[in-house]
């Protein structure tokens, strides 16, 4: 996967369908690198929105990157548990040192009680007309909503605690090296 190591430090590149630069973090270091998947961490992290906003997420943050599953996953440790943030995007990319995929709006909320909260619905189907998705990119955003929320209720890696917290001290391991 393009030469990355464990410790390196990433940026990430959200875009939207029509090509358009959507937002963009400022690092993710890489944890854990598998067949299918990356395993990236971040704090307080800088964070640029399209409209130029600037601001930094609030706390530390364990992602999960897929080159076959359209969706990306980030366990947010927060002071009352561990909330999950899974967007419904493309597998991801990298190219000279930024992961890049598409993002489709639609968005799953976990909560640290296992319950759970689809977003965005409204977004998704005005870009959806906007930029013109196909019915099969339709199906397949909604198909891989369907298998998220199946590994939700099933409690699938990576949303059961341990995984994160495992994930995080490999992190802080990380950055002590640093």
Request: proline share 2%; charged share 25%; glycine share 4%.
């Given at each position: 996967m393009e030469n990355i190591k464990i410790g390196d430090k990433l940026q990430i590149h959200c875009y939207k369908h029509n090509g358009q630069l959507h937002r963009q973090w400022d690092e993710a270091t890489v944890i854990e690198i598998h067949e299918d998947y990356i395993v990236f961490g971040n704090n307080q992290t800088i964070v640029i929105d399209s409209d130029g906003k600037v601001w930094k997420t609030k706390e530390p943050a364990?992602?999960?990157?897929?080159?076959?599953?359209?969706?990306?996953?980030?366990?947010?440790?927060?002071?009352?548990?561990?909330?999950?943030?899974?967007?419904?995007?493309?597998?991801?990319?990298?190219?000279?040192?930024?992961?890049?995929?598409?993002?489709?709006?639609?968005?799953?909320?976990?909560?640290?009680?296992?319950?759970?909260?689809?977003?965005?619905?409204?977004?998704?189907?005005?870009?959806?007309?906007?930029?013109?998705?196909?019915?099969?990119?339709?199906?397949?955003?909604k198909y891989e909503l369907g298998n998220l929320i199946d590994m939700v209720r099933r409690k699938e890696e990576p949303f059961d605690k341990n995984y994160i917290e495992h994930y995080y001290k490999l992190y802080c391991e990380l950055k002590k090296k640093v």
């Open positions: 364990i992602l999960f990157f897929y080159k076959n599953r359209w969706f990306n996953i980030i366990g947010q440790i927060k002071q009352y548990g561990i909330y999950f943030y899974c967007n419904i995007a493309t597998p991801f990319l990298i190219d000279d040192k930024v992961i890049k995929y598409i993002d489709y709006d639609l968005d799953l909320r976990v909560f640290p009680n296992g319950s759970f909260k689809i977003l965005d619905r409204m977004e998704y189907k005005y870009h959806k007309k906007q930029m013109h998705y196909s019915n099969r990119l339709d199906f397949i955003l």
